[in-house]
């Protein structure tokens, strides 16, 4: 009854939010004013370089724009008053009016005959590579060296304040983390997001957003926050392309292409990109599993051949100064095939022989398709950048997955032989419709936002299993079991933002967000429904203070949700081999995190304290049974955990031909589980260390060299695994020529071998460890060539200061 009552309230507050949104720009169309004329230059080519400016009475900019080649020159506000018009010319003003507006207004023709013969220049400057804002850290890919040539995960891998690892992405110190391309959710996890992001070539990648803790605008989603990948645009008034290709020899080889179009020329912004990679990869697994009556080693190697395909194209228009208008087309398409022979051994503890020996034969076909539309509208209310924000999202994810197994089972002493056989074949789609509204109205002594959105997914699972078990002859006589999973989700969410500056040296933001949730779940061969509802607040807290121009603290807090994946939910369950299972979980509910950071920032130092309470995390674990020597592969609520930790980053720039970015994460977690399989308690140690090192090799800047180096040491997971201590060493050199247009780089990575997973347990009290690793040492040569064209080309001079400038709006 209190669910329903919350829903109700949350839908009449939406249909309220949509009553201010047609107000406002009801407001918007009625209230707006022309300011209009021409300027009239003895060398008309001056024309490209000037704009015209309106300021009001404290002489704050409210309205600028270029002239067009013609001269003529249109300006909209919303309000009356008495205004300054102004002309400027390469940061000179050359003409000043002041104006009265109720009504539009020609000014006519302003001529201007004496004007300055000021030489035209262009600015720029590189950005840092690490940049850290109020709630972010911005990582910009587009100047790594050791970026280049790979894909969106091996961009996550040297992301300051990232983990990857198993397909898992996290935020150091935390838990799991979810990913926005270009601000769009990406509805994936673990596997699936993992090769989602193996096809987006790092070339396309702007920067890559660590927001430990998002706003309120931001869903709920991502127990420790999200991770935004910014792809590449044109600036205004020019295209450019990049096409490229690469390849790289693991004990597989693989090749890739991609291509990268961007276009933006008056109204119209185009950007498009195609990636492709074919391949394999060669996984070795060994796993260890001590029941009480032997030692049950099995080593599983597995050569994965794969075939990704992602393409993207959006299109914006801007159909006047207060409106814009884009959609957005995402599609990836991956073909695996993953086959491998396994064998395990049952050994004697006291005579380390062998009592029986499985050898099996493997084969597994995914062919996964996601595809992704956005539509959005922009407007803009006023000169104070007021602006309303409409989102319409849909999105696909089908795939067919089908594994096959065979094998023998002999016993040694006395002889026995006997066989086993199986598959599983799952067709899942899942089908997401959302619209969400976002309004920024900016006040004279505080900045507010505030929205709404509605989702509803649909997922549909359709299983045909079957398992032998072991059996006295060989398998042909294949029966088949059905069974269709269904899980339903609808959400709804409001929410309101505010940012206040205090003074020169203070800024708060407070926001709050209201999310509520239903679903529903049919396993029809189980003839088992479920459902779980729940409306939840979801706060957010930033507090900052910069005592001096270098150094800065920040307080923040949010708490945040994890909701399971569809899949975690699927109870249909499909076996490796007659002792290994794998199954979902209807029952799991989603995970709470409460997180709190204190950070203190001086120049190029950030040094940071956190705090992060999580409550009732859900993950897969391997229930050991140690009377049959069964292990089931399953997902459950099992464990409550509080984490300490320190993280420092550090940039060192101070010589012209090295750059240095290096962090630093010491933390420390006590967890305590509720499931009775395991241990009641865990506490220990972990962290995590990295430094990447650019070095310039010639005056020219055409020789770059860059080195790369992280170490996890052994330590706790948090979710009562054991981790062993891994590491990663690679290099990238780079050579650039035509005019830096043409790029080459040769990139070894893990040179040492040592990015081994080694993670233990103990459940049921029956110890397990394995070692895994993912054919991560490898050599890769990459060459690209970029070319465009803009429309004003200028004498170049360097400067450190082209982020503050853009920030001014000139």
Wanted: proline share 3%; aromatic share 12%; hydrophobic share 35%.
């Amino acid at each position: 009854m209190k669910n329903r009552i919350l829903k109700n309230l949350l839908f009449n507050k939406l249909k309220f939010l949509s009553f201010i949104v047609l107000v406002l720009l009801i407001n918007r169309v009625n209230g707006q004013f022309t300011i209009s004329g021409k300027v009239e230059q003895i060398d008309k080519n001056k024309n490209q370089f000037t704009e015209v400016s309106l300021l009001d009475k404290d002489s704050v900019t409210i309205k600028n724009d270029l002239i067009g080649e013609d001269g003529n020159f249109a300006l909209r506000i919303n309000n009356v008053g008495v205004y300054t018009f102004k002309i400027k010319q390469l940061s000179h003003f050359i003409y000043t009016k002041n104006v009265q507006v109720d009504s539009d207004l020609n000014l006519g023709t302003i001529r201007l005959e004496n004007t300055k013969n000021i030489q035209e220049v262009v600015i720029t400057g590189k950005k840092k590579l690490v940049e850290r804002k109020i709630d972010r850290v911005v990582f910009n890919v587009e100047n790594a060296i050791a970026t280049t040539g790979g894909d969106a995960l091996e961009v996550l891998k040297i992301t300051p304040g990232v983990k990857v690892q198993s397909d898992n992405i996290s935020i150091i110190g935390k838990g799991a983390v979810r990913v926005m391309v270009d601000d769009r959710l990406i509805e994936l996890k673990q596997e699936d997001l993992s090769n989602f992001l193996k096809s987006i070539s790092a070339d396309n990648i702007k920067s890559i957003e660590v927001i430990t803790t998002p706003p309120a605008k931001y869903d709920a989603l991502g127990n420790s926050g999200i991770i935004n990948i910014k792809t590449k645009t044109a600036k205004k008034d020019s295209w450019n392309a990049n096409v490229g290709s690469g390849y790289l020899q693991r004990s597989r080889a693989e090749g890739s292409g991609f291509a990268n179009f961007n276009f933006n020329k008056k109204k119209w912004t185009i950007s498009t990109s195609l990636s492709y990679r074919q391949g394999g990869v060669y996984i070795d697994a060994d796993d260890y599993a001590y029941f009480p009556d032997a030692l049950w080693y099995t080593k599983s190697p597995l050569l994965n051949k794969y075939k990704r395909f992602s393409a993207k194209l959006g299109i914006d228009y801007q159909v006047n100064d207060y409106w814009k208008t884009g959609i957005q087309y995402l599609t990836n398409i991956n073909r695996a095939n993953l086959t491998g022979q396994s064998t395990s051994d049952v050994i004697d503890y006291n005579t380390n022989s062998n009592l029986q020996n499985l050898s099996s034969n493997g084969n597994q076909n995914r062919r996964p398709n996601f595809n992704s539309i956005n539509y959005y509208n922009e407007f803009k209310l006023d000169s104070l950048n007021r602006k309303i924000i409409l989102n319409f999202d849909y999105f696909n994810y089908a795939n067919q997955d089908d594994r096959f197994y065979n094998g023998i089972s002999i016993i040694i002493n006395p002889y026995n032989q006997q066989y086993y056989r199986g598959f599983s074949l799952n067709s899942q789609n899942i089908n997401n419709y959302s619209g969400k509204v976002d309004i920024e109205y900016p006040l004279k002594s505080v900045n507010i936002s505030f929205g709404g959105k509605i989702g509803r997914s649909k997922a549909i699972n359709d299983m045909n299993m079957f398992n032998s078990g072991l059996v006295d002859n060989p398998v042909t006589n294949l029966p088949v079991t059905s069974t269709i999973f269904e899980y339903i989700e609808n959400i709804q969410a409001l929410y309101a933002s505010a940012n206040k500056k205090i003074g020169e040296k203070w800024e708060t933001q407070l926001g709050l967000r209201l999310e509520a949730l239903q679903t529903k779940s049919n396993s029809i061969s189980l003839n088992q429904t479920t459902s779980y509802n729940y409306a939840k607040l979801f706060p957010s807290l930033f507090v900052s203070y910069k005592p001096s121009e270098n150094s800065s603290f920040a307080l923040n807090y949010s708490k945040r949700i994890e909701r399971p994946s569809f899949q975690e939910l699927n109870p249909n369950q499909w076996y490796i081999n007659p002792f290994q299972k794998l199954g979902g979980n209807p029952f799991l509910k989603p995970s709470f995190i409460d997180n709190v950071e204190l950070s203190y920032t001086y120049r190029s130092l950030e040094s940071k304290i956190y705090l992060s309470s999580e409550n009732n995390l859900f993950g897969q674990i391997a229930l050991a049974d140690p009377t049959t020597n069964n292990i089931s592969f399953t997902n459950e609520n099992y464990v409550d955990a509080k984490r300490y930790g320190i993280s420092e980053i550090y940039t060192f720039d101070k010589l012209k031909w090295w750059t240095s970015n290096n962090s630093l994460d010491i933390n420390y977690v006590k967890s305590e589980s509720f499931l009775p399989a395991i241990q009641r308690y865990q506490e220990g140690w972990s962290g995590r260390i990295s430094t990447s090192n650019d070095f310039i090799l010639d005056k020219n800047k055409t020789l770059l060299f860059n080195i790369n180096y992280w170490y996890i040491p052994k330590g706790v997971d948090g979710k009562f695994y054991n981790i062993g201590s891994i590491s990663n060493l690679s290099t990238t050199i780079q050579y650039l020529l035509l005019n830096k247009d043409l790029k080459i780089s040769l990139k070894l990575n893990d040179i040492l071998r040592t990015e081994k997973i080694r993670p233990n347990s103990t459940v049921n009290g029956v110890y397990q460890n394995g070692i895994y690793y993912n054919d991560n040492q490898y050599v890769q040569l990459n060459l690209s060539y970029k070319f465009g064209n803009q429309k004003i080309k200028s004498v170049k001079r360097s400067t450190g200061n082209e982020e503050e400038r853009n920030r001014t709006g000139n």
